[in-house]
């Protein structure tokens, strides 16, 4: 007889950014070694896990992207949940589920996340079931585990989309960046060039960009001013 229960799970799409570009951060699934797991090859995959019985949604964001990676403190939003019957239903993802699950087979809804973190600010590391945590860039994604290819996809079009209007691209930036690594952000996620006058002139209009008194140290080139984020001076 199949069974009706149903599991609700999270999952987190962490993007990171610096001067090499967007990357995503991906951990490995460790199957223990009992001799008969011994030979299953294992996947990539996005950090993700069960909720518990007592916790919210954000909550649990929060607790398994910390237990699998150590990573706290950082930005994230809820952008869409996932519910395909078959979604975890695939030979070699129960393989993997067996060897964490009592049931594996039964079914599992996932809400997602994604999280947005400045490469040079957080430096996560493994643990829990995380065999290994890997920042790999946009344009390398493997083959995941699960449906995680469309759960990042669907991320990634979720943080093009509100980039702009929901100043969300500083969670991307060093507290201190130039106006060049801003619009290379920007010409990054929304794969579009801009012309360096006018959206110079467009991002000092920004209250919420605060200019500093200091400029860039241990550059080869001209040091460039360094500008801040405020989100206390964003005007409605």
Known sequence: MESNALHISVDCVIFGYDDDGLKVLLIDQ????????????????LPGDLILINEGLLQAAKR???????????????????????????????????????HPEQRVI????????????????????????????????????????????TGFDALREQLESHHISFELLP????????QALYELVLDKKF????????????????????????????????FSFNPNEISE
């Open 30 to 45: 460790q199957l223990p070694y009992d001799g008969s797991s011994a030979d299953i090859q294992t996947q990539p995959q």
């Open 64 to 102: 398994v992207l910390f237990e699998l990676t150590q990573l706290n403190g950082i930005y994230l939003k809820q952008f869409h949940a996932f519910g395909d019957p078959s979604r975890v239903n695939d030979d070699k993802d129960l393989a993997w589920l067996q060897s964490l699950r009592t």
């Open 175 to 182: 507290k201190k960046f130039t106006l060049s690594q801003l």
């Open 110 to 153: 996932t809400v997602a996340y994604f999280g947005l973190v400045s490469l040079q600010d957080h430096t996560p590391k493994p643990a829990s079931f995380a065999g290994s945590v890997n920042w790999v860039d946009l344009n390398d994604i493997p083959p995941l585990a699960f449906d995680h290819n469309e759960i990042l996809s």
């Open 195 to 226: 012309d360096k006058r006018n959206f110079r002139k467009n991002v000092k209009r920004m209250s919420h960009v605060i200019p500093l008194n200091e400029k860039q140290q241990g550059v080869m080139h001209k040091p460039a001013q360094l």
